[in-house]
């Protein structure tokens, strides 16, 4: 493919009112495709609400992929608007949960990823992701997935560009960096930017806004060329808002290499890192 519309959807969902958060996702996936999107990311946890009073409110906010409400919404959707959709929500497998998000397909496949790497009290009600780091051949390009606080790991972009990836989806709910001052850019901002230029992979993030049970968040979804920076956003810190970016995937492979002699996927040099703590 050549150049191709993403989108990424920031919206600020009602905690625990499964069905509004459908209809709002639902209008955002439409205004996207009838925009001419290939593709929209919508944020974590976006068909629940983020803020879990318990791990029995997580269970029963969470759906089996594909079944559920939320899920099969925009599987229905990809479907009909021929459109592909990434949107995070609560996975239930089983008794074990999931801090999950789905990348439904056009042609009514889907595929799960599960959140590696878990922030602060998600620990007390989801499961560590057990399916690594897929990535999902399509018809617009190789797309893999990751969750909020796995962009604080290079380890996760960088195995997914290991395995192909050309873009990389991120439903995120960003909360405040202590320490940051008025006027400098937001850490996940400047994290998701240094990663798309150190490993060449465009880069869509989609948070979310507003105060739920006194957590604020952050906005400022974006999304990052391979070449590391912005082609829509930060988006707004406080406002719901659909960015929208032309990018061409095609280039990202072919450029990632920086010049005749560079490559920072290429040029690792395994035999001198520390990859595992010393004790």
Not at 78 to 103: H, K, Q, W, Y
Not at 124 to 132: A, H, I, M, Q
Not at 166 to 191: K, R
Not at 238 to 249: G, I, Q, R, W, Y
Request: proline letters at 7%.
């Amino acid at each position: 493919m050549s150049n191709i519309i993403i989108a990424a959807g920031q919206v600020e969902p009602v905690f625990g009112d499964i069905p509004a958060n459908i209809r709002l996702t639902s209008d955002v996936i439409e205004q996207a495709a009838a925009a001419g999107a290939r593709l929209v990311v919508l944020p974590e946890l976006v068909s629940s609400g983020y803020m879990m009073g318990s791990r029995e409110e997580a269970y029963d906010l969470a759906e089996v992929p594909g079944v559920g409400p939320a899920t099969s919404a925009w599987m229905e959707l990809a479907a009909r608007l021929n459109i592909i959709v990434v949107a995070g929500f609560p996975e239930r497998d089983g008794t074990a949960l999931f801090n999950a998000s789905i990348m439904c397909l056009p042609d009514g496949t889907h595929t799960v990823y599960r959140k590696v790497h878990l922030w602060d009290e998600e620990a007390l009600y989801f499961e560590p992701g057990n399916v690594g780091f897929p990535v999902v051949h399509t018809e617009i390009g190789r797309i893999g997935m990751m969750i909020c606080y796995d962009g604080w790991f290079g380890e996760s972009y960088r195995s997914l560009v290991l395995a192909g990836a050309d873009l990389v989806c991120v439903p995120t709910n960003w909360v405040p960096i202590p320490g940051q001052q008025e006027g400098q850019p937001a850490m996940a901002t400047i994290l998701s930017m240094a990663s798309a230029h150190s490993n060449g992979v465009v880069i869509a993030a989609a948070d979310r806004v507003g105060v739920e049970r006194g957590q604020p968040f952050i906005g400022q979804s974006l999304i990052v060329s391979h070449t590391g920076w912005p082609v829509a956003g930060p988006a707004s810190p406080t406002d719901p808002e659909l960015l929208m970016a032309s990018v061409d995937l095609s280039d990202a492979r072919r450029s990632r290499g920086w010049g005749q002699f560079n490559n920072p996927v290429k040029d690792r040099r395994m035999e001198a890192y520390l990859l595992t703590a010393s004790r």
